[in-house]
Each structure stands twice: as C-alpha cells, then as structure tokens.
C-alpha cells in the first residue's frame, strides 16, 4: 500500500506546484556586464576544432594569415589579410572572413556544407574490488563524431567508437579476478547515424511567408536518446522521431512535445540487447517562471527470451529556490508479461538538491533515491550502468572498464540511499576543482546489499584540451567485506 500511495502522491505533489508560478523568483543574476568591445577578444586563442588544424597543416596561407590577424589585433593597424583556404566547407565553424552564399537547393532552402570532426579519447589506470568483484586493469575510450551542418538547423552526424563494444573496452587485464590478457575490443561499428532538421526550414518554398505553422522537427537514424536524466531511459537506438517546439499550453513560456519510435538496437533495463524489441515513446516538456517539467510514455514490444512487453513512465520538475536548485523525479516500470532482469515492476523517486555558497562558488549537494520493488529503465546502453548513477560519485558509472559504481547503481530490489557532498574550486578559472562525498544505501527488501561509503574526485584542465581525473573511495557492506577503488584517468578532448 505505501508503494501505490507514494506513487499516487508524488506526481500530484510536482503538478500541484505549477500553481507557484505566479509569483516571480528572484533569479538572482549577476550585475557582471561584458563590454561589447571584450566580445571574442580571445577568439584567437580558442582551442581550434581538428577540421582547422588540419587545413592550416595543409594550407601556409592560412599560416601566414592568422599571425596577420593577431598583428592586426595587437597594433590596431588596418592589416590586409588572405582570405582562409578550406577543405571541409566554405564557412569554417568560428571562423573569420567572407560568407560563402552557398546554393540553393530545389526545395527552396539555401545550404552552406561545412564539415566539423571532433572527439574525446580518455585512459584510465583503476583498481577496483567492492568484496563481489575485483579488477585491475589498463582501459581506453575513443569517442569520435562529426557534424556534417548544411544549415544552422540542418545537420548529418555520424559517431565511432572504436575502442570498445557492448561495454567491454580495449586495453589490458593486470590481474584481480581474472587472468592477465591483452583486451582487444577494437571495432569499425557506427556508433551513431542520423540526420536532423527542421521540415518547414528544409522545405520554405511550402510556406514562403510562414504562415502554416510548419516547423516540426526532425531526426532519424542512429542516436542517442536520454530521458529523466537517464533515469526512464538512456540508450543509442535506431529511431525516428518528430517534435513540435514554441508551444504555449497550460500557461508555459513554451513547450515541446516528441513522439519517438525505435525499432533496433534497443537494450532493455539489463544493459543488453533485444534484437526483437520496439520502443514507442511520447515526451512532453514545458518551461515555466523557474521551473521546468518533464513527462514521458514509453511501451517496449519487447521479445519472449527478454520477458516480453512493458509500459514505462516517468514526470520530472526542475525549479530553482534563491539559491537552491532542486530536482525532482519519479518513475515507473509495469511488466506486462513477465518479470525478469529486462523488466520489472516498480519505481523510484529521485531528489536532487544543490546550493551556491555565500562566500565562493562552492556548490553542497544532498541526492536522495527510494526505489520500491523491481524498477527497471525502459532501455540501458551497457556503457552508463544503472538507472542511480546522477545519484553522486559513489553510485556514478564512469563508462570505461570494469570500474563499477561503490554503493552500486542498479534497482534489483527495493532501497533508500543518499549522497552528499561538496564541490570546492581551488581558484577562479575552475582549472580545479575536488568533490568528496558520503553516502549509503539501504535495502528494504531481500535480496540486497546494504553499506556506505566515502569518495574523493580530484580533477584539474592541463590545457585547453586535456584533463586529470583521480577517483577513490572506500566503503563497508553488512555482508562484513569492504570496499576500495582507485583510478586515474587522462582524457584529451579535440
């Protein structure tokens, strides 16, 4: 019964409080202002995406002309520069000079192609052993996207990820619970695959004085999908799906609705994949004063080897108070065949709390969850773990390896737990910055595994394109075994 009654309650609770909104919040924004004259005064230095290093390794005018231009800058003098030579479009992303006009394309819309490569790669050296598993290892990620833009609202981007599979990565094994190997996961697989656009940009000459209302939205192909902040539903699926934005219902700043099919590619709740699945979403978002909201459906026509069907929801409120910004969620999972790993009956409810501090810009945070029965995410990518995971450092996936999450970030069972901790900035560039938290997690049904736990993340920018991370923690399980995990990592983003 106390399952039903907060299931009931809390959704009403977050809709009843769209009644605040006519009172104005102070937003408390700073009275900092930037003079015009300051704007893209650093542009010169910004890190360059990998498409311009490329053309200035190729081109030496464009060499010579970016020395020309911050001469010119430094002295003020009228300092003619060449125009910039490119490869991968005329109007390079950020860049300085003429506008190509482009070319028109049958449908009335004008393109302009310019090409962006950019991506992440991090290593990482980590040690892990919760008292269940052990390892030891050497891993590596490789992220790498481009944007093929044909127009500020039309764009093709593609995604690999070539070091790692089905959440095993490259690298190698030093022991612990399995046996010294070389891990090869190498791969050429598209990890992502679509094109997004806008119906009524991609085809004016359908409405040339805007008057039919025909701006929807669009994406299909492979992508990343996340709803309730990962909670409800964090995959990369094979999908379309259409939204319909600057929307003004039930009193909202604006709003936006998605309606969403998938029919590959779909995990379920256990991180693996449903060759058989199809997943039908609707998704519903409205701004308000100071406060945001969110509302899905998900039904998953998921196969017989899985545990067959499911209906998911989820309803999300995020509002700030003063100083304090809080989130607010609550999801729910119905089995509607059979309970299995891939899908459960249940649900969670989910608090965020974070404040700016006085004296500097510190930020303390308290996250809360209570998960009642067998709460199970509509569908999981096997690389960002369970559903907990926003819950703090000590339930966070760090997607890469087998370093798993200290008080864990699955819902198996019934549980309550917290996380709270502090984000300390050592100067005023935030170059760096250490979190230490303390948590726990409690299991109200059995089976589970109770404990707590107290982690440190330390991160610092080296440059402008490289990052230090170390995380540790060390914890204790009523089972009687502790806990321990390092890691350091280097990350190199371009």
């Given at each position: ?306 545990g067959g069907d499911g209906f998911f929801a989820g309803i999300g409120q995020t509002r700030r108070f003063g100083k304090i910004n809080s989130t607010l969620r609550a999801a729910f999972s119905w089995a509607l065949d059979n ?83 502090y984000q300390h900035f050592f100067d005023d560039t935030k170059k760096r910055q250490l979190v230490a938290e303390i948590g726990s997690r409690w299991h109200t049904q059995s089976p589970g595994r109770s404990g707590y736990a ?41």
């Open positions: 019964m106390k399952a039903i009654r907060l299931s009931i309650l809390l959704p009403a609770v977050i809709l009843a409080s769209v009644k605040l909104h006519a009172v104005e919040d102070n937003l408390l924004l700073p009275d900092i202002v930037v003079p015009w004259t300051e704007l893209g005064k650093d542009f010169m230095t910004r890190p360059a995406p990998v498409t311009e290093v490329i053309e200035d390794l190729v081109f030496k005018s464009n060499r010579e002309r970016k020395k020309i231009i911050a001469a010119r800058n430094l002295s003020g003098d009228d300092l003619e520069a060449p125009d910039r030579k490119t490869l991968f479009g005329a109007n390079p992303f950020l860049g300085s000079g003429k506008i190509s006009p482009g070319f028109t394309i049958p449908t009335g819309a004008v393109w302009q192609p310019v090409t962006i490569i950019y991506g992440e790669m991090r290593s990482s050296l980590q040690s892990f052993n919760n008292g269940l598993v052990d390892v030891n290892e050497w891993v590596n990620r490789l992220d790498l996207f481009g944007n093929i833009y044909l127009t500020p609202t039309e764009r093709l981007h593609f995604g690999f990820r070539p070091l790692d599979r089905e959440g095993r990565f490259t690298g190698y094994r030093l022991g612990g619970d399995g046996t010294e190997n070389f891990m090869d996961h190498f791969n050429g697989n598209v990890r992502s695959l679509y094109f997004e656009g806008d119906f009524g940009e991609l085809f004016p000459n359908l409405d040339p004085t805007d008057k039919r209302r025909l701006d929807y939205g669009f994406a299909v192909g492979r992508m990343p999908i996340t709803y309730q902040d990962g909670l409800l539903l964090n995959d990369v699926v094979d999908a379309v799906g259409i939204t319909r934005s600057s929307m003004f219902l039930f009193g909202a700043s604006a709003a936006r609705a998605t309606a969403l099919f998938a029919w590959d590619q779909i995990h379920r709740g256990n991180n693996r994949r449903d060759p058989d699945a199809r997943l039908y979403a609707l998704s519903y978002a409205a701004d308000y004063t100071a406060s945001t909201y969110e509302i899905e459906a998900i039904y998953v026509d998921g196969g017989n080897s899985t309970e299995t790993a891939a899908i459960g009956t249940g649900s969670v409810y989910f608090h965020q709390l974070s404040r700016t501090m006085n004296y500097n810009d510190d930020i303390a945070y308290l996250d809360s969850f209570l998960s009642v029965d067998n709460f199970t995410s509509a569908a999981r990518d096997p690389a960002v773990g369970g559903p907990l995971g926003a819950t703090g450092v000590l339930f966070e996936a760090v997607g890469l390896g087998g370093y798993g999450a200290a008080l864990g970030n699955g819902t198996p069972t019934g549980s309550v737990g917290f996380s709270l901790g107290a982690g440190l993340r330390y991160q610092q920018a080296l440059d402008q394109h490289t990052i230090l991370r170390a995380d540790g923690f060390i914890g204790q399980f009523d089972d009687g075994q502790t806990g321990q995990g390092f890691r350091c990592e280097l990350s190199f983003r371009f």
